[in-house]
């Protein structure tokens, strides 16, 4: 494949020259075979080496210019013979050399022209081709960040809708359990306590529903709240699934495109999913580290690892699409020691900078 990538790419090279460089070429190509047939003699026929003139006449600057070519060649080749000595029995025979030379040019000629008319069909087609798979894949990955964008939209309506209305509906349902349980116990009736205990399953629901407000649309991405949502996320899963996860970041972290921050979130938060919900880990570690080539997002756990095939799930296709769009390079590797690590790197732009500490740490980005 290589080989004939390279071959292609000398063919176009050699096709960048001008009409005026392949006119030149091929009359001194004509002039130095018709030396040669001149000094070998009439008896040594040269006749095959003027195909290379006509060949290049025809391929690189037209059909008008190969009869031309062919024209000049048979001169050539008869005034070379007779310049060498050559004698006829009769005067018929160098017309009829004349003539089957020149029907065996145009013979040439015509296959050459035709040949090119078809390598210039297939170069245009080609490029069709590959023009339309373009718009194409620009169509698909256009309508994959749509949908991205149009589910992030939903996650994060339903994220305010739990928030704002559930939360102080069932806030409100508390509040109103407390007040009945108190006038109950105030007239020592037994049901007091299990009013309470409704009560506390009530704010238990409530504190499930704020876990989930903020699993569908962390709040504030943007600049530090970044950092402060990873460090929440892996408190919600320390206290929800009871799976030790611990945030690691030495240094501060601002990202400054909502729409990056908010990628760089679900995929974390989609690892650190998988990694409860199908590795059974012990422990699983979220590190995000900021350095002079860019930004890291790594998720490691210990669990089971992923298998030596993996499934091109959805969850990961959706986190190396995200990565995709935000610039970044995502990959997903079994480690040694056992477990899985994913990877999100983002090179170091616009989008991200860290911040300036109380240390004296410089900036990275643009």
Not at 72 to 84: K, N, P, R, T, Y
Not at 91 to 96: C, E, H
Not at 330 to 337: C, Y
Request: charged residues 20%.
């Amino acid at each position: 494949m290589s080989n004939g990538m390279t071959i292609i790419g000398e063919f176009k090279r050699f096709d960048s020259h001008t009409t005026a460089f392949w006119v030149s070429f091929s009359l001194v190509i004509v002039a130095v075979v018709g030396v040669f047939d001149c000094l070998s003699g009439y008896e040594l026929n040269c006749f095959a080496f003027y195909l290379i003139p006509v060949t290049l006449a025809v391929w690189f600057v037209g059909r008008g210019f190969g009869i031309f070519v062919s024209a000049l060649c048979v001169v050539v080749s008869i005034a070379g013979d007779l310049i060498a000595g050559a004698r006829y029995s009769s005067s018929l025979v160098p017309v009829w050399n004349t003539a089957i030379a020149l029907t065996f040019f145009l013979v040439v000629v015509w296959i050459l022209a035709k040949l090119h008319s078809l390598h210039n069909e297939l170069e245009e087609r080609v490029r069709q081709r590959t023009a339309a798979l373009n718009n194409e894949m620009q169509e698909r990955m256009r309508l994959e960040e749509e949908i991205l964008s149009i589910s992030e939209r939903e996650q994060q309506r339903i994220g305010h809708d739990l928030h704002d209305s559930l939360c102080q509906h069932l806030t409100g349902v508390a509040l109103a359990g407390e007040v009945l349980s108190e006038q109950l116990a105030a007239k020592s009736l037994p049901e007091a306590r299990a009013l309470d205990h409704i009560v506390e399953m009530v704010e238990g629901a409530i504190d499930l529903t704020r876990t989930l407000a903020r699993g569908l649309h962390p709040f504030d991405l943007k600049g530090e709240g970044f950092r402060d949502a990873l460090r929440e996320l892996a408190a919600t899963i320390t206290e929800g699934f009871k799976t030790p996860c611990a945030f690691e970041c030495d240094r501060p972290v601002e990202i400054r495109e909502p729409g990056v921050a908010t990628h760089l979130y679900r995929i974390a938060q989609e690892a650190v999913t998988n990694a409860v919900k199908h590795s059974n880990a012990r422990q699983i570690v979220v590190r995000l580290e900021a350095g002079t080539d860019g930004l890291t997002l790594t998720i490691c756990d210990d669990g089971v690892g992923m298998p030596p095939k993996m499934p091109g799930g959805m969850g990961l296709r959706t986190m190396a699409h995200r990565a995709s769009v935000i610039g970044a390079t995502f990959s997903v590797e079994r480690q040694l020691s056992g477990g899985t690590r994913v990877t999100c790197k983002l090179p170091v732009g616009s989008f991200v900078s860290e911040t300036h500490d109380t240390k004296g740490q410089s900036s990275i980005g643009g």
